[in-house]
């Protein structure tokens, strides 16, 4: 049940300690967080303040909006705990503090409980299960983008080798428009182990790739399936291509093959539909 | 055939006039460049070639390369005409022109020759057409990714209303892979007149929207299909949404729906599937 509205500080001085956490956010992604994370925008706020309620891991520090935006979200705040501070500045504090104009008035500094294990994860599947893997995965942008696709075809967990880059890091929560918070993910170890594991646990996996033997379509439906995407330029490493069963999106010939989230999305798509879930 | 290497010209100041035109590119992005565009590596220079040498309205005017890049494109700058200069820096004059040094050391500034009619380009389409059209698209990363899924599924034209960002704008032509040196398009005027010229021409016209009424999968084969996309955030208005035939892509309830350009790619491999254009 949605509590009181929390008690709003204003914030002056964009060196005021209390908000030490939003300074020079762009600066900050390259150096790390700790286990620290930004959320931008309301629609992440949202999402937020539901992987709090629910216990997803994800828990919100502190909040700064800008004073005009605290009217139009005063229904979110009010499902974080009380002990949630929540700041607000005006618009030039609010661009001082972080550094750049493009948070969009809605910032969230929030932690993650602990990093996931892929064999906890693994093991809570349902019966019926759709896992979206990927390995060496390297631009925000597109891990972003891969989680926004995973929510919105029903995908179970996503699951990333220790190459793949971070997906809490901030410009990969803004292009999953939060999926990253709702979607279970473990990101560790090799492709090799996390295949196994897969295996294991009775999901039949499909590499994707230009080069895959069978088109999308032709994939069988199943109780379990994991779909695995390789990097942006390279693609899946031979070694894993030889070791799995893949498929293809048809394409025109002679091009750079698709961006890996759009690839995703496709292959998801159909693999949902053959699956009976969307 | 290719044609010898042209002689290369060693730029040693940053301020040198030779280059102005490749000056603090990432700034100059936000003022205009008057029918000028910059093309950023590897892929997007081949393409430019090719575009040059097939008259397609694009020229090049100058290329600026990172010494170490130089042997490394040979092949491609010997299909320039010889009086495209090409000049080469070391990575601190380079880092210093550009302005940033995400450009992958291959820059090219080219001019477009005149803009795209859209009554010629349509009217120039084959019997068989496949066709995207877009309104509202305002972010440059969107619009670049449809033209990449574009030239994927062998889209013949992409329609933009007036209201759609320029597709050449430096951040666009790059996520395009190129694609926009390559899939014929034209931007002008409202989305109500370019529908009535599809519709003309013979094209069956299909929005995608979350709200559409039939599946993608359903949409059926023709010999000229349009497929519609609307704004990021709005997506098609209610006006055109009741003028055309809509589908939607199936995914789970309440959520943020797709990205335009995921959406765009995912409903193109269909169509184009439909209509065995791929």
């Known amino acids: 049940m949605p509590g009181a509205l929390p008690p709003v500080l204003r914030i002056d001085d964009p060196a005021d300690p209390r908000i030490a956490g939003f300074v020079s956010i762009k600066e900050r992604d390259l150096t790390g967080r700790q286990g620290r994370f930004i959320a931008e925008g309301t629609v992440v706020l949202r999402m937020l303040a539901a992987a709090h309620e629910t216990g997803r891991g994800f828990a919100a520090e502190a909040l700064l909006l800008l004073e005009n935006r605290l009217e139009g979200v ?15 500045a005006n618009a030039q504090v609010f661009d001082a503090i ?15 409980e602990g990093e996931p294990d892929r064999d906890a994860l693994i093991a809570s599947l349902p019966a019926s299960s759709l ?23 029903g995908v179970d967990a996503v699951l990333m080798d ?52 069978i088109d999308i379509g032709a994939i069988p439906a199943a109780q379990r399936t994991a779909l695995l995407m390789g990097t942006e330029g390279e693609g899946l490493p031979q070694s894993v291509m030889t070791a799995i069963q893949t498929a293809r999106i048809r394409q025109r010939p002679g091009l750079d093959s698709l961006n890996v ?18």
């Not at 005063?74 to 607000?88: A, S």
């Not at 896992?131 to 983008?145: E, R, T």
């Not at 989230?261 to 969307?278: E, F, K, P």
């Open 261 to 278: 989230s759009t690839a995703a999305g496709i292959a998801l798509h159909q693999v949902a539909l053959i699956n009976g879930r969307i």
């Open 162 to 213: 220790e190459t793949s880059c971070d997906p809490m890091y901030r410009k990969a929560i803004r292009v999953s428009v939060g999926s990253v918070l709702t979607v279970p993910f473990a990101r560790e170890g090799s492709v090799a182990v996390m295949l196994q594991q897969l295996q294991d646990a009775g999901f039949a996996i499909w590499g994707l790739s230009p080069a895959g033997t």
């Open 98 to 112: 972080a550094g750049f104009n493009m948070h969009r008035g809605v910032l969230a500094l929030g932690r993650r």
């Open 131 to 153: 896992v979206l893997a990927a390995c060496g995965i390297s631009n925000h942008d597109n891990m972003g983008a891969l989680f926004r696709n995973a929510a919105a075809f």
């Open 74 to 88: 005063g229904d979110i705040l009010r499902r974080f705990p009380p002990d949630v501070p929540v700041y607000v």
